[in-house]
């Protein structure tokens, strides 16, 4: 099921967008595409210029409970679309809003589609509660894993033929031709809790062996501004780059899934921790290899047969 089924003309997309994430902006790309030539959609956005110019779209802002609800009662529909919406790992109040939308929306006879989702972790028992009694007033669901399936199925007590599991929808974007033999290493990194000191250090001599070995430059692709940017830097700062791989090594900022594509494209090998790093360069035809942060990490890398190690299991120093 894609959205496309339900034949709405204006619909509403709510997700994580204009938020200056390549994963969630190819997430929206998809999505665009699956929809009906006719269709007119609102999309919200933290940042609406950019997604109105990358896009050409219209949008609301996402970050206005006040201005979501009014683009709804203009619309004929509303989409979750892709990423884990109904969560309160973010925080009860996040959670809350999607609530409030989908009521909404139910009360003013519109449908509500779920594309594309993860479910959870929802950690408070208020939380599995609310999203009980949200699931039933779902028309169609599509979930991104089998987890995420069941855990609807145990919270809101139905099964709709209608619902399905479904691959990432980023694998539907074109392909492109990989030209990268003796190209750099490219990293799609991002900061993460499972990381020691002891970790980053053990990680940062083996790339800086592997890229002196086989002679390599090494290009750091930011894919989230706020949480990605800089990384590189900062880990030179706390002494754990070795010089020899700061010589070889910059960061590259992105605007576009397809620039990140067209780098990986060029790569001699991609590094992915971002699952839509993983994801849009194994698109681009390149050598992947994952370095797993969260279980869709692992399972895109199991699915990929390509090689991957599970942060949480890396060796010792």
């Given at each position: 099921?894609?959205?496309?089924?339900?034949?709405?003309?204006?619909?509403?997309?709510?997700?994580?967008?204009?938020?200056?994430?390549?994963?969630?902006?190819?997430?929206?790309?998809?999505?665009?595409?699956?929809?009906?030539?006719?269709?007119?959609?609102?999309?919200?956005?933290?940042?609406?210029?950019?997604?109105?110019?990358?896009?050409?779209?219209?949008?609301?802002?996402?970050?206005?409970?006040?201005?979501?609800?009014?683009?709804?009662?203009?619309?004929?529909?509303?989409?979750?679309?892709?990423?884990?919406?109904?969560?309160?790992?973010?925080?009860?109040?996040?959670?809350?809003?999607?609530?409030?939308?989908?009521?909404?929306?139910?009360?003013?006879?519109?449908?509500?589609?779920?594309?594309?989702?993860?479910?959870?972790?929802?950690?408070?028992?208020?939380?599995?509660?609310?999203?009980?009694?949200?699931?039933?007033?779902?028309?169609?669901?599509?979930?991104?894993?089998?987890?995420?399936?069941?855990?609807?199925?145990?919270?809101?007590?139905?099964?709709?033929?209608?619902?399905?599991?479904?691959?990432?929808?980023?694998?539907?974007?074109?392909?492109?031709?990989w030209r990268g033999r003796g190209g750099p290493i490219v990293l799609a990194w991002r900061s993460s809790s499972q990381l020691r000191d002891d970790d980053w250090s053990c990680?940062?001599?083996?790339?800086?062996?592997?890229?002196?070995?086989?002679?390599?430059?090494?290009?750091?692709?930011?894919?989230?501004?706020?949480?990605?940017?800089?990384?590189?830097?900062?880990?030179?700062?706390?002494?754990?780059?070795?010089?020899?791989?700061?010589?070889?090594?910059?960061?590259?900022?992105?605007?576009?899934?397809?620039?990140?594509?067209?780098?990986?494209?060029?790569?001699?090998?991609?590094?992915?921790?971002?699952?839509?790093?993983?994801?849009?360069?194994?698109?681009?035809?390149?050598?992947?290899?994952?370095?797993?942060?969260?279980?869709?990490?692992?399972?895109?890398?199991?699915?990929?047969?390509?090689?991957?190690?599970?942060?949480?299991?890396?060796?010792?120093?």
């Amino acid at each position: 099921m894609t959205p496309s089924s339900a034949v709405l003309v204006r619909p509403l997309l709510c997700g994580y967008y204009g938020e200056h994430n390549i994963g969630d902006d190819a997430l929206l790309q998809a999505l665009l595409q699956s929809l009906p030539a006719e269709a007119r959609p609102c999309i919200t956005a933290a940042d609406q210029q950019q997604v109105q110019q990358q896009f050409g779209v219209d949008s609301c802002n996402r970050r206005s409970l006040r201005s979501t609800l009014g683009a709804l009662g203009d619309c004929d529909g509303l989409i979750l679309g892709g990423g884990s919406l109904l969560q309160d790992s973010t925080s009860w109040r996040s959670l809350l809003y999607y609530a409030v939308l989908i009521g909404t929306a139910r009360l003013q006879g519109k449908p509500v589609i779920l594309w594309a989702q993860g479910l959870g972790p929802l950690r408070r028992r208020r939380s599995r509660l609310l999203v009980g009694r949200l699931l039933p007033l779902v028309a169609a669901a599509s979930w991104r894993d089998h987890q995420s399936a069941q855990l609807a199925q145990r919270l809101g007590g139905v099964s709709r033929s209608a619902d399905i599991v479904g691959a990432d929808p980023v694998w539907t974007l074109a392909p492109m031709h990989w030209r990268g033999r003796g190209g750099p290493i490219v990293l799609a990194w991002r900061s993460s809790s499972q990381l020691r000191d002891d970790d980053w250090s053990c990680l940062l001599e083996a790339l800086a062996a592997l890229a002196e070995q086989n002679d390599r430059q090494v290009l750091w692709l930011p894919l989230h501004d706020g949480q990605d940017c800089g990384l590189m830097e900062g880990l030179q700062q706390r002494g754990f780059v070795p010089e020899p791989l700061a010589r070889r090594s910059r960061e590259i900022r992105l605007q576009r899934p397809e620039e990140l594509m067209a780098q990986a494209s060029a790569a001699g090998l991609v590094l992915a921790m971002r699952l839509h790093g993983l994801i849009l360069s194994a698109l681009a035809g390149a050598p992947v290899s994952a370095l797993s942060y969260d279980p869709k990490v692992a399972a895109a890398a199991e699915a990929l047969g390509c090689p991957w190690a599970d942060l949480q299991q890396l060796p010792a120093a």
